[in-house]
């Protein structure tokens, strides 16, 4: 089991720590009083006004060999940002989000228009054939950089690896097979301390860096990244 165990208690104070961060970066009166002498509208509440609500992003690319930096567009500006794929939920340019838990998966899809694959926290070498070579994901580090500031250097992966004891042996899964055991609320998360503010008008730059390219990957084989926190709607002035 991960060490992210969530329950009500854990996303109430994140919610809490979330509407904070909402407040002090968006409350009309702290915005103009100053930063010598802030001041709170005490009648402007951030839950109220963007409508907040527990969300995810899920942002996902694939996983080559001979290359040791995967970049992660954050943003749902798809002419500026590259493909996106079937299953992402990118953010929006009007929104903004707190990410409060980091998931990291991968997965092995048939195809890039699928979006029906499941989601692995290890390298099953029943499902990915070149296994061995692609373990040395979980040696990189990820890292996020906000309008040319480093929030987040050296987070690294193998915090998010999780086997379990129960492993699928064959695939595809047919009748009476064992499917791979998986507690989807909890295994490959990892909680995000201190939280981060991704505005929808920022330039947001986030990756993965490996210590050296993978020597050898699947068909297919992808990166995938779930952010879970709390998204403010309609937040964010896009000029």
Known sequence: ????????????????????????????????????????SKDW???TAFKLT?????????LVANSSTFNFPVLNNIQNQGTQFPSEIRLTLQDSFVPTRLGVFVALPSGAAVAN????????PTVFANAVAENGFYNGQLKLMINNSQYINGWGLQKHKV????QEIVTPLVPGSVEQQVDG?????????PFVLLLGSQNIQLSIQLPVPLTAA??????VLIF????????????
């Open 228 to 239: 879970e926190g709390v998204l403010a709607q309609n937040s964010t002035v896009v000029n």
């Open 45 to 47: 509440d951030a839950v």
């Open 54 to 62: 527990q969300s995810s992003l899920r942002l996902e690319q694939p």
């Open 218 to 223: 699947d068909a297919n084989a992808r990166i």
């Open 1 to 40: 089991m991960s060490s992210a165990q969530v329950n009500g208690i854990v996303l109430r104070e994140d919610f809490k720590a979330a509407a904070k961060i909402f407040n002090n970066a968006f409350n009309p009166m702290f915005l103009s009083s100053g930063a010598s002498n802030p001041q709170y």
């Open 185 to 193: 609320a909890n295994d490959g998360y990892y909680p995000m301390q």
């Open 117 to 124: 694959f499941p989601l692995f926290t290890s390298f099953n």
């Open 163 to 166: 086997v379990n004891q129960t």
